[in-house]
Protein backbone atom coordinates (compact mmCIF):
# COMPACT_ATOMS: atom_id res chain seq x y z
CA UNK A 1 0.00 0.00 0.00
CA UNK A 2 0.90 4.04 -0.59
CA UNK A 3 2.70 4.91 2.54
CA UNK A 4 3.92 8.63 2.65
CA UNK A 5 6.56 9.34 6.15
CA UNK A 6 7.88 13.00 6.70
CA UNK A 7 10.00 14.10 8.58
CA UNK A 8 12.42 16.78 9.43
CA UNK A 9 9.95 19.26 11.02
CA UNK A 10 10.68 21.09 14.22
CA UNK A 11 11.01 24.46 15.59
CA UNK A 12 13.01 27.02 13.93
CA UNK A 13 13.78 30.97 14.42
CA UNK A 14 12.39 33.48 11.67
CA UNK A 15 14.81 33.77 9.18
CA UNK A 16 15.96 30.69 9.39
CA UNK A 17 15.89 27.06 7.06
CA UNK A 18 14.41 23.58 7.34
CA UNK A 19 14.72 20.95 5.19
CA UNK A 20 11.48 18.38 5.26
CA UNK A 21 11.95 14.84 3.82
CA UNK A 22 9.39 12.91 2.14
CA UNK A 23 9.82 8.75 2.11
CA UNK A 24 7.52 7.32 -0.17
CA UNK A 25 7.08 3.30 -0.74
CA UNK A 26 4.24 1.20 -2.28
CA UNK A 27 3.99 2.54 -5.81
CA UNK A 28 6.48 3.31 -8.35
CA UNK A 29 7.63 6.90 -7.77
CA UNK A 30 9.34 8.03 -10.28
CA UNK A 31 6.05 7.98 -11.93
CA UNK A 32 4.53 10.11 -10.57
CA UNK A 33 4.35 14.30 -9.56
CA UNK A 34 4.15 15.20 -6.06
CA UNK A 35 2.93 17.87 -4.08
CA UNK A 36 3.35 19.80 -0.70
CA UNK A 37 0.36 20.80 0.44
CA UNK A 38 0.62 22.74 4.35
CA UNK A 39 -2.40 23.42 6.82
CA UNK A 40 -1.86 26.33 9.46
CA UNK A 41 -3.31 25.71 13.10
CA UNK A 42 -6.91 25.45 13.09
CA UNK A 43 -6.76 27.02 9.32
CA UNK A 44 -7.35 25.41 6.05
CA UNK A 45 -5.65 23.69 3.17
CA UNK A 46 -2.99 25.67 1.41
CA UNK A 47 -1.23 24.10 -1.73
CA UNK A 48 2.64 24.90 -1.24
CA UNK A 49 4.61 23.25 -4.21
CA UNK A 50 4.86 20.54 -7.02
CA UNK A 51 7.34 18.67 -8.91
CA UNK A 52 6.94 16.94 -12.20
CA UNK A 53 7.73 12.80 -11.97
CA UNK A 54 11.22 13.42 -13.33
CA UNK A 55 12.18 16.59 -11.59
CA UNK A 56 11.44 18.51 -14.78
CA UNK A 57 9.20 20.88 -13.64
CA UNK A 58 7.98 22.67 -10.39
CA UNK A 59 5.41 25.69 -9.19
CA UNK A 60 5.25 27.20 -6.25
CA UNK A 61 2.41 28.76 -3.97
CA UNK A 62 3.24 32.66 -4.55
CA UNK A 63 3.30 32.59 -0.91
CA UNK A 64 6.52 30.54 -1.15
CA UNK A 65 7.87 31.55 -4.17
CA UNK A 66 11.52 32.14 -3.91
CA UNK A 67 11.83 31.11 -0.44
CA UNK A 68 10.97 27.09 -0.97
CA UNK A 69 12.74 24.67 -3.12
CA UNK A 70 10.96 21.46 -3.82
CA UNK A 71 13.43 18.73 -5.15
CA UNK A 72 13.07 14.80 -5.50
CA UNK A 73 15.68 12.30 -5.81
CA UNK A 74 13.70 9.14 -7.26
CA UNK A 75 16.92 6.27 -6.75
CA UNK A 76 15.94 6.83 -3.04
CA UNK A 77 11.62 7.01 -3.81
CA UNK A 78 12.35 10.69 -1.65
CA UNK A 79 10.63 14.10 -1.54
CA UNK A 80 12.12 16.90 -0.02
CA UNK A 81 11.17 20.75 0.64
CA UNK A 82 14.23 23.39 1.58
CA UNK A 83 12.18 26.00 3.25
CA UNK A 84 14.58 29.00 3.79
CA UNK A 85 14.12 32.78 4.93
CA UNK A 86 11.47 31.13 7.33
CA UNK A 87 8.38 33.08 8.35
CA UNK A 88 6.33 33.15 11.22
CA UNK A 89 3.46 32.27 9.15
CA UNK A 90 4.98 29.89 7.41
CA UNK A 91 4.18 27.84 10.67
CA UNK A 92 1.90 24.41 9.81
CA UNK A 93 1.30 20.79 9.35
CA UNK A 94 3.32 20.08 6.52
CA UNK A 95 1.75 17.03 4.14
CA UNK A 96 3.27 15.33 1.62
CA UNK A 97 1.08 14.10 -1.19
CA UNK A 98 1.02 12.04 -4.16
CA UNK A 99 -0.31 13.41 -7.20
CA UNK A 100 -3.00 10.74 -9.55
CA UNK A 101 -1.73 11.31 -12.56
CA UNK A 102 -0.19 14.66 -15.23
CA UNK A 103 -4.20 14.63 -16.33
CA UNK A 104 -5.77 14.54 -13.42
CA UNK A 105 -3.79 16.43 -10.82
CA UNK A 106 -6.07 15.38 -8.03
CA UNK A 107 -4.70 14.54 -4.91
CA UNK A 108 -4.56 10.76 -4.23
CA UNK A 109 -2.59 9.72 -0.95
CA UNK A 110 -1.51 11.86 1.73
CA UNK A 111 1.43 11.74 4.73
CA UNK A 112 0.82 11.82 8.32
CA UNK A 113 1.70 15.58 8.31
CA UNK A 114 5.63 17.13 10.02
CA UNK A 115 4.27 20.09 11.88
CA UNK A 116 6.64 23.35 11.24
CA UNK A 117 6.97 25.69 14.07
CA UNK A 118 8.26 29.41 13.08
CA UNK A 119 9.21 31.74 16.46
CA UNK A 120 11.84 33.18 18.13
CA UNK B 1 -6.50 31.78 -9.83
CA UNK B 2 -9.74 29.90 -9.52
CA UNK B 3 -11.49 30.78 -6.12
CA UNK B 4 -13.59 27.72 -4.15
CA UNK B 5 -16.16 29.08 -1.82
CA UNK B 6 -17.76 26.37 0.37
CA UNK B 7 -21.09 26.32 2.03
CA UNK B 8 -21.85 26.13 4.97
CA UNK B 9 -18.97 26.89 7.27
CA UNK B 10 -20.77 24.51 9.76
CA UNK B 11 -23.02 21.96 9.67
CA UNK B 12 -25.08 20.06 12.28
CA UNK B 13 -26.50 17.02 11.68
CA UNK B 14 -28.24 14.18 13.39
CA UNK B 15 -26.66 10.76 12.90
CA UNK B 16 -28.62 8.74 10.27
CA UNK B 17 -29.71 11.85 8.73
CA UNK B 18 -28.24 13.39 5.24
CA UNK B 19 -26.11 16.35 4.86
CA UNK B 20 -25.64 18.10 1.70
CA UNK B 21 -22.51 20.16 0.87
CA UNK B 22 -21.80 22.91 -1.75
CA UNK B 23 -18.81 24.06 -3.38
CA UNK B 24 -18.51 26.52 -5.98
CA UNK B 25 -15.94 28.12 -8.10
CA UNK B 26 -14.94 31.37 -9.49
CA UNK B 27 -14.81 30.36 -13.31
CA UNK B 28 -15.65 26.65 -14.92
CA UNK B 29 -13.17 23.70 -13.69
CA UNK B 30 -15.57 21.01 -15.59
CA UNK B 31 -15.42 17.89 -13.70
CA UNK B 32 -11.85 18.67 -12.57
CA UNK B 33 -13.04 18.73 -8.54
CA UNK B 34 -12.02 16.76 -6.21
CA UNK B 35 -13.67 16.13 -2.42
CA UNK B 36 -11.26 15.46 0.67
CA UNK B 37 -12.30 15.11 4.12
CA UNK B 38 -10.31 15.70 7.47
CA UNK B 39 -10.76 14.04 11.13
CA UNK B 40 -8.98 15.78 13.92
CA UNK B 41 -5.26 14.91 14.44
CA UNK B 42 -5.25 12.95 10.97
CA UNK B 43 -4.18 13.94 7.37
CA UNK B 44 -7.21 14.23 5.08
CA UNK B 45 -8.12 11.58 3.17
CA UNK B 46 -9.45 11.43 -1.04
CA UNK B 47 -13.51 10.81 -1.22
CA UNK B 48 -14.37 11.81 -4.61
CA UNK B 49 -12.38 13.13 -7.92
CA UNK B 50 -14.17 13.64 -11.36
CA UNK B 51 -16.99 15.40 -9.04
CA UNK B 52 -18.49 12.26 -8.76
CA UNK B 53 -16.48 8.96 -8.48
CA UNK B 54 -15.76 7.79 -5.36
CA UNK B 55 -12.03 7.24 -4.17
CA UNK B 56 -11.43 3.58 -3.30
CA UNK B 57 -12.64 2.47 -0.28
CA UNK B 58 -14.84 4.97 -0.11
CA UNK B 59 -18.71 3.61 1.43
CA UNK B 60 -21.90 4.59 -1.57
CA UNK B 61 -23.72 6.43 0.92
CA UNK B 62 -21.00 9.48 -0.16
CA UNK B 63 -22.09 11.07 -3.17
CA UNK B 64 -21.21 14.19 -5.52
CA UNK B 65 -22.72 15.42 -7.99
CA UNK B 66 -22.12 18.94 -10.34
CA UNK B 67 -19.96 20.63 -12.87
CA UNK B 68 -19.03 23.81 -14.03
CA UNK B 69 -18.73 26.04 -11.23
CA UNK B 70 -21.56 24.60 -8.85
CA UNK B 71 -20.93 21.00 -6.78
CA UNK B 72 -22.45 19.13 -3.98
CA UNK B 73 -21.46 16.65 -1.78
CA UNK B 74 -24.41 14.18 -0.39
CA UNK B 75 -23.64 12.29 2.46
CA UNK B 76 -26.37 10.30 3.53
CA UNK B 77 -27.21 7.85 6.41
CA UNK B 78 -24.69 10.04 8.35
CA UNK B 79 -22.34 7.74 10.92
CA UNK B 80 -20.33 8.91 13.92
CA UNK B 81 -16.99 8.66 11.81
CA UNK B 82 -18.54 11.06 9.12
CA UNK B 83 -18.02 13.54 11.36
CA UNK B 84 -15.50 15.93 9.98
CA UNK B 85 -14.22 18.91 8.29
CA UNK B 86 -14.86 18.25 4.21
CA UNK B 87 -12.76 20.12 1.54
CA UNK B 88 -13.40 20.61 -2.43
CA UNK B 89 -10.76 21.46 -4.43
CA UNK B 90 -10.16 22.24 -7.93
CA UNK B 91 -8.15 20.72 -10.15
CA UNK B 92 -8.34 22.18 -13.65
CA UNK B 93 -6.27 24.67 -13.97
CA UNK B 94 -3.17 24.97 -12.04
CA UNK B 95 -0.88 26.34 -10.60
CA UNK B 96 -1.74 27.15 -7.95
CA UNK B 97 -4.01 23.96 -6.96
CA UNK B 98 -6.62 25.73 -4.86
CA UNK B 99 -9.32 24.33 -1.99
CA UNK B 100 -12.31 25.85 -0.22
CA UNK B 101 -12.34 27.15 2.92
CA UNK B 102 -14.02 23.89 4.44
CA UNK B 103 -17.06 22.73 6.10
CA UNK B 104 -17.51 21.25 9.34
CA UNK B 105 -19.92 18.51 9.79
CA UNK B 106 -20.81 18.30 13.25
CA UNK B 107 -22.86 16.37 15.37
CA UNK B 108 -26.81 18.07 16.56
Known amino acids: QVQLVESGGGVVQPGGSLRLSCAAS????????MHWVRQAPGKGLEWVAFIRYDGSNKYYADSVKGRFTVSRDNSKNTLYLLMNSLRPEDTAVYYC?????????????WGQGNLVTVSS | EIVMTQSPATLSVSPGDTATLSCRASQSVSSNLAWYHQKPGQAPRLLIYGASTRATGIPARFSGSGSGTEFTLTISSLQSEDFAVYYC??????????FGQGTKVEIK
Open chain 1, 26 to 33: GFTFSGYG
Open chain 1, 97 to 109: VKGHSSSWNYFDY
Open chain 2, 89 to 98: QQYKNWPPWT
